[in-house]
């Protein structure tokens, strides 16, 4: 028996709109692969990605991230400020048992990642939803929670209900893929205003220096694959290359100000 | 959940109505499925659209979702209320969860769709 590729790509740090037009090409690889999908990637300046429906003027209000160029994502849920973290998108088609519930791809990637954590001594867990979680509606993704976020104690400290969250996600589902945009705070970030600063892996392990993206990721990449029966085939080349055509015509898109200012 | 309505794989349910209208929604499936919705845009009156294409989105704490127009027709109505009731379509999703009303340019399109008991095989498989 052939055991299922999971094709991988490592791309150079871009800008917002050129990487969420990457990642809708990546759904279409999807469609095309029957199966999961993985882009890991980064930021070429420290960026803000807003959630497809968060109001604009919450942006503009909010004085943490002023300055910091923007982006409106096609997923939903909260704004992250991009720079010290891991960001991938995955894309799997609707018919894909991962595919099928917005929870479903949420918490394979999320369990995956939580015993890569756990392996590196912090306690991650999937967050279960207690009557004093922030609101939901909280600004910044890192200051929210919900059913599958993956939250930890410092080291050395037992799981309380109100532990960091240090990785969210969140979903586009469109016609017959789902497209995944995840995060998972390596560091502090400090081109957050001070009052927003959250804790990310490095601190909670109590470690001056944070992990480098390849040295979480890899090993992540690994556990999803294993999950999934799956062997990764990583691609010789970016995503992006060879594909400027259809990467700048869906850059377009999130460049328009009316896209941005959409709500 | 009524006989007459007819179901797209993007789930997505459609009623015949007596003045030539139909009446459209999302099942109690894909509501459940998005689970805490926060958000749904509603297209304009006016709009014409084409079976497959969009006719508003929908927003979870977890997903964004498109909503798929059934048949190709004119949007005639929308449930305006509904995007700040948003937990009526949790509890009647067939009836005041109703999304949008359609004149459709051919009834004939509706026999693509699928009927309660394939949609329910769709959801079970």
Sequence with gaps: MTAAVLPVWWDDAADGPTNMAADEVLADEAARHGGLVIRIYSWSMPSVSLGAFQPLAAARACVAVSGLPLVRRPSGGGAIVHGTDLTYAAAVPKAHPWGRTPQALYDALHTAMAAVLTDVGIAARLHEAVATDPPADAFLCFARRSVGDLVAPPTGQPAAAGDPKIMGSAQRRLGTTVLQHGSLLLSTNRDLGEAARLPGVAELAGRDDAWEPRQIAEPWLNAIARALGAVIDHQPAALCHGRDLAIEAHAQRFRDRHWTARR | ????????????????????????????????????????????????????????????????????????????????????????????????GWIVRIKPDDPAELANLLDRPAYEALVKS
């Excluded at chain 2, 509501?31 to 927003?59: N, R, Y």
């Excluded at chain 2, 004119?74 to 509904?82: H, P, Q, S, T, Y």
Aim: net charge negative.
């Design chain 2, 1 to 96: 959940m009524a006989a007459d309505l007819k179901f797209a794989k993007t789930h997505e349910w459609i009623r015949p109505e007596a003045d030539g209208r139909a009446t459209v929604g999302i099942s109690a499936y894909a509501v459940e499925a998005l689970t805490d919705l926060v958000f749904m845009q509603l297209p304009a009156v006016g709009k014409k659209v084409k079976a497959g294409e969009s006719i508003g989105e929908i927003e979870s704490v977890k997903a964004v979702s498109d909503m798929y127009a059934p048949v190709s027709g004119e949007i005639v109505e929308v449930n305006a209320a509904l995007p700040n009731q948003l937990e009526t379509l949790g509890k009647d999703p067939y009836g005041a």
